[in-house]
């Protein structure tokens, strides 16, 4: 059983898993489809991170950031989905720089 925590970074998307710490998606074995979903999202995700606060608050990356984490939480399904029975897998939403389990 795995925990992870699934967030954007600069480079690539961010995979943490409690107990060792940065993981791969080679390492979890991600279908090809799934792997490309995640890059395709943290490289969306890659301006929203170089914000300053002021910038992440205002209504139009405001909302930016939310479409951002709907895809990021539906991605975080699709890991569930692919990780041995019993896995979990949260959210770190790099845009409101808080953990994200659903939409407010």
């Known amino acids: 059983?795995?925990?992870l925590t699934l967030s954007a970074d600069y480079?690539?998307?961010?995979?943490?898993?409690l107990e060792r710490g940065a993981v791969s998606d080679d390492e979890l074995g991600l279908?090809?489809?799934l792997?490309?979903?995640?890059?395709?999202w943290n490289g969306?995700?890659?301006?929203?991170?170089?914000?300053?606060?002021?910038?992440?608050g205002q209504p139009g990356t405001r909302l930016e950031i939310d479409r951002?984490?709907?895809?990021?939480l539906a991605l975080v399904s699709q890991l569930t989905g692919h990780l041995p029975r019993g896995s979990k897998v949260s959210y770190f939403s790099e845009g409101?720089?808080?953990?994200?389990d659903r939409m407010d």
Do not use: F, H, K, N
């Open 1 to 3: 059983m795995l925990y």
């Open 96 to 100: 409101l720089l808080r953990r994200r």
């Open 35 to 40: 792997r490309e979903s995640l890059r395709a």
């Open 11 to 17: 480079l690539s998307p961010s995979l943490v898993e």
């Open 44 to 56: 969306q995700y890659q301006a929203i991170i170089q914000m300053s606060p002021e910038q992440r």
């Open 31 to 33: 279908p090809p489809t």
């Open 68 to 72: 951002l984490d709907r895809l990021g």
